[in-house]
């Protein structure tokens, strides 16, 4: 009984993998025609590069999928290996606030955010006292310069 499960299970295994292969290869194709034809109808008008074959263009989508890969991560499934690196979140999508990466930043860099800090506090009062004046000083000189004839330094 068992063998001839067996025996069902390789005949299938037999007809199986060809076929599939027969299908990929076929798929393959038509995709490299669709590449070839797309090249071929945009790229010589366009930038003046010449015709491609149908293997060419097999060619390069397999170098761009080269190209386009993540390095040394080619599984189709990597959210499993992504469990293993650290969550890293953008500042706009983040749920907590600031004041909490400031105090992270603190804890690890004290030095350099008590400089980063001056600086923020000197700009400010820069800006507060000169830079006001400074933008006026700046818009007056391009107005004059356009209507005197000049095209404001562009």
Do not use: C
């Amino acid at each position: 009984m068992i063998s001839r499960l067996f025996r069902a299970a390789e005949k299938r295994w037999r007809v199986a993998v060809p076929v599939t292969l027969i299908v990929v290869a076929v798929f393959a194709f038509l995709v490299g025609l669709l590449v070839k034809a797309l090249w071929n109808w945009l790229m010589p008008d366009i930038f003046g590069l010449a015709t491609i074959t149908v293997w060419q263009a097999l060619g390069l989508l397999l170098l761009a999928k080269i190209l386009v890969s993540p390095s040394g991560d080619h599984s189709r499934n990597s959210r499993r290996h992504d469990d293993r690196r650290p969550e890293r979140t953008r500042p706009d999508t983040d749920s907590h606030d600031a004041d909490s990466d400031r105090s992270q930043e603190q804890l690890e860099h004290p030095e350099q955010l008590d400089v980063d800090e001056k600086r923020t506090a000197e700009f400010e009062r820069y800006w507060r006292e000169e830079g006001g004046q400074a933008y006026q000083r700046w818009l007056k000189r391009v107005l004059e310069e356009k209507k005197g004839g000049g095209d404001g330094g562009q």
